[in-house]
């Protein structure tokens, strides 16, 4: 059994005795589902119970606008696995229509989708009047209880992944969102265009949260991390170890939209929000398209947000609120409006974080809310500037220290994430990769906005990877999104994907 089929069948604490299928484009219903006998991607439509057995779905495009009804049990998913890391492709048919269709719609529950990639077809449109149908697909809808989407890559569709309250206890984990969005050239929003790399959701459920870990935006018509509601939920979400950058603004404006938004007309509860990434663009947590919306229960720690504008509004009796790191050219533009009981013998949870300023002429501290506030017959008080100042919280106007994070996959530990940012603008960067390599392994290195391409082969020798930074190539473009402004991130800040290579 492969070594990264084992990790995930440990993982999911499925007995290693159970069956495994495959699929090819070439299957049929009527076969056994071995290597020579296959079956059809189709055979996911029909509902059935196959707890603890794996799918391997062989290489090759698999058209279409799937539903998927097979499913699990309780700590016996079914996995549904790409045989080869993005050889498997589900593609979008051209089907002329009023609304958007999901290429993946995931309602089994306790079933598990890897190593996948998700993309409409080369040539279709992304640009619509109002009222007229237009070629496009969404990518992924993860709908079933305890289901994953893990390590895929979505791009050149409307919205890349989206998860509702139907999903409980759901995760996306290391999957990829670029190239995504549209314009409505009649619309009011024109300007800022359509289309999120990641679009959430979740009702809490008990002491469930739903996860979305290591995942990566870039290349949006719109936001990045969008979890908002008007009439629906934002709670129990645990957000960790994500990325969004570059997001370029796909839109007849070239106004790139946010990398991570939180809020709407629902309040947020229940958030963990934990060592997320964010390069030059804009964070807001507790966002209200109404205001005022009083969003609790909040953890915001170990965050390192550079070059954002960063908004944390109304968010009452926050749990924690340390170690961020945050780098702007002015403070002000971090704007911190938390709120805590009236009687003030609440404990503000807000200490040693780092605010680096490049503009000296900025004002020495971030933005503090309002003084008190009354919403629904229930009054609250605001941090003020000396309670920021006295809880180990710093102003330093200083560059910051270039540095690199490195995150190994948990589901194919053969795979690695590395966030490099390079305040000295250095053309190559040294990463200590002992943690993730032995001596004598060959990797290989993928630019994170060009996926499809090796930019560095080499074999470990106990010494630095010098990862080249002065980048220029994109991932090409499907469709006909503006394009003629999108450039690649500047060498401040890259993101590559190391694999191992056996």
Not at 205 to 232: C, P, R
Request: proline letters at 4%; charged letters at 20%; glycine letters at 8%.
């Amino acid at each position: 059994m492969p070594y990264k089929l084992l990790t995930i069948l440990l993982l999911a604490g499925s007995p290693l005795v159970a069956k495994t299928y495959y699929v090819s484009p070439e299957g049929k219903l009527v076969n056994k589902g071995t290597r020579e006998s296959p079956l059809p991607f189709e055979y996911f439509e029909r509902p059935k119970n196959h707890a603890g057995d794996t799918f391997l779905v062989m290489e090759g495009q698999y058209p279409g606008h799937w539903i998927t009804r097979i499913y699990g049990e309780k700590n016996r998913p079914v996995i549904i696995k790409s045989e080869h890391w993005l050889g498997a492709d589900l593609i979008g048919v051209q089907e002329k229509r009023e609304n958007t269709r999901k290429i993946l719609q995931i309602k089994g529950s306790y079933s598990w989708f890897i190593d996948f990639e998700i993309y409409d077809t080369e040539a279709f449109n992304r640009i619509s009047n109002s009222g007229e149908a237009f070629f496009c697909s969404d990518g992924v809808h993860l709908m079933g209880t305890e289901s994953k989407v893990i390590n895929c890559v979505a791009h050149d569709v409307l919205i890349g992944f989206s998860t509702w309250a139907s999903s409980v206890a759901g995760e996306i984990y290391g999957c990829l969102a670029y190239n995504i969005g549209w314009n409505n050239l009649k619309s009011s929003r024109k300007s800022k265009g359509h289309g999120h790399g990641y679009y959430v959701q979740n009702k809490a459920n008990q002491d469930t949260y739903k996860k979305m870990v290591l995942n990566i935006v870039w290349g949006t018509a719109s936001e990045g991390f969008h979890a908002y509601t008007q009439k629906g939920n934002i709670e129990n979400f645990h957000l960790e170890n994500n990325l969004a950058y570059n997001l370029i603004g796909y839109n007849q404006n070239r106004t790139p939209g946010r990398g991570f938004i939180l809020g709407g007309y629902q309040p947020v509860s229940g958030l963990r929000f934990i060592n997320n990434h964010a390069y030059k663009v804009a964070v807001q947590l507790g966002y209200g398209a109404n205001y005022p919306i009083i969003s609790k229960n909040v953890v915001f720690d170990n965050n390192y947000l550079v070059g954002s504008n960063i908004g944390l509004y109304h968010l009452a009796e926050v749990k924690s609120f340390t170690n961020n790191f945050i780098v702007t050219r002015d403070p002000m533009l971090t704007a911190v409006q938390a709120l805590g009981k009236s009687e003030r013998t609440w404990q503000w949870p807000f200490k040693d974080n780092k605010i680096y300023v490049s503009n000296s002429t900025a004002t020495s501290h971030p933005r503090i809310g309002m003084q008190e506030l009354t919403v629904g017959g229930t009054k609250y008080i605001s941090l003020t500037q000396s309670e920021w100042k006295n809880n180990t919280n710093q102003v330093i106007r200083t560059t910051p220290a270039s540095e690199a994070f490195l995150y190994q996959n948990k589901y194919d530990p053969d795979r690695a994430l590395v966030f490099i940012y390079n305040f000295k603008e250095m053309d190559s960067f040294p990463v200590e990769m002992g943690k993730f390599l032995q001596n004598g392994e060959k990797f290989e290195v993928r630019d994170i906005e060009n996926i499809h391409k090796v930019v560095h082969e080499g074999i470990y020798q106990d010494q630095p990877v010098n990862f080249t930074m002065n980048l220029t190539e994109l991932a090409p473009i499907h469709g006909n999104l503006p394009r003629e402004h999108a450039k690649h991130s500047d060498k401040g800040f890259n993101a590559f994907l190391i694999r191992k290579i056996n």
